[in-house]
C-alpha cells in the first residue's frame, strides 16, 4: 500500500500540477514577452512550486473529504482492492502525463475504485454515491464555463481589450 501510495502521489503530481499551473505559465510568458504567444513555454521555478503548494493546500483541506468519498462510499475498499485500485490509477495517469492527455486523477482514481467494486457484482457498489459523482462531473463542465464567461467580462472591463 506506501508502494501505490508513493505512486498515486506521484502521478498526482506529474498530472495534475501540470493541469493546474500550464495556463498560468502561459499568461506569464505572455505578460512578459510583451504579448506575443509562442508554441512552446519555459516554466519558471516559482510557477511550480505554486503549483506543487496548491496541491498541498487543496488536498490538506477539501482533499480529505474527497479522499473519504472514494476510500469508504463506492465500494468496501480491502488492502488487497485498495492496492490494485491505486495501481491501476496511478498507471492510467502516467501513462496519459507521458503522452501528454490532460486527464483528472481524482477521476482516474474514482474508476479505478468502480472497477475493483464491480469485480464483486453492482450490488457492491454504492449507486447513490456513484450518481452523486457522476452528476457533479456534469455540473462542473456548465459551472466552469460559465464562470471563466463571467471572470473574462469582468477582467476585460477592468482592464480594456
Same mark, same amino acid.
Request: hydrophobic fraction near 55%.
Given at each position: 500500500?506506501?508502494?501505490?501510495?508513493?505512486?498515486?502521489?506521484?502521478?498526482?503530481?506529474?498530472?495534475?500540477?501540470?493541469?493546474?499551473?500550464?495556463?498560468?505559465?502561459?499568461?506569464?510568458?505572455?505578460?512578459?514577452?510583451?504579448?506575443?504567444?509562442?508554441?512552446?513555454?519555459?516554466?519558471?521555478? =516559482?510557477?511550480? +512550486? +505554486?503549483?506543487?503548494?496548491?496541491?498541498?493546500?487543496?488536498?490538506?483541506?477539501?482533499?480529505?473529504?474527497?479522499?473519504?468519498?472514494?476510500?469508504?462510499?463506492?465500494?468496501?475498499?480491502?488492502?488487497?482492492?485498495?492496492?490494485?485500485?491505486?495501481?491501476?490509477?496511478?498507471?492510467?495517469?502516467? +501513462?496519459?502525463?507521458?503522452?501528454?492527455?490532460?486527464?483528472?486523477?481524482?477521476?482516474?482514481?474514482?474508476?479505478?475504485?468502480?472497477?475493483?467494486?464491480?469485480?464483486?457484482?453492482?450490488?457492491?457498489?454504492?449507486?447513490?454515491?456513484?450518481?452523486?459523482?457522476?452528476?457533479? =462531473?456534469?455540473?462542473?463542465?456548465?459551472?466552469?464555463?460559465?464562470?471563466?464567461?463571467?471572470?473574462?467580462?469582468?477582467?476585460?472591463?477592468?482592464?480594456?481589450?
Amino acid at each position: 500500500m506506501v508502494f501505490t501510495a508513493c505512486a498515486m502521489a506521484f502521478a498526482h503530481g506529474s498530472n495534475d500540477v501540470a493541469n493546474a499551473v500550464g495556463p498560468l505559465a502561459a499568461v506569464v510568458n505572455v505578460v512578459q514577452s510583451g504579448g506575443s504567444i509562442s508554441a512552446k513555454v519555459a516554466m519558471p521555478p =516559482w510557477i511550480l +512550486l +505554486l503549483g506543487g503548494a496548491g496541491i498541498v493546500i487543496g488536498l490538506a483541506t477539501y482533499g480529505v473529504k474527497v479522499m473519504g468519498t472514494i476510500g469508504r462510499k463506492i465500494t468496501e475498499l480491502t488492502p488487497s482492492r485498495g492496492f490494485a485500485a491505486e495501481l491501476g490509477a496511478a498507471a492510467t495517469v502516467v +501513462l496519459a502525463s507521458g503522452t501528454g492527455l490532460p486527464i483528472s486523477t481524482t477521476h482516474t482514481l474514482v474508476g479505478a475504485v468502480l472497477g475493483v467494486g464491480m469485480a464483486r457484482g453492482i450490488a457492491a457498489l454504492n449507486l447513490r454515491v456513484i450518481g452523486t459523482i457522476l452528476t457533479s =462531473w456534469v455540473v462542473t463542465l456548465p459551472a466552469g464555463a460559465g464562470l471563466a464567461i463571467i471572470f473574462f467580462f469582468i477582467l476585460k472591463a477592468i482592464f480594456g481589450g
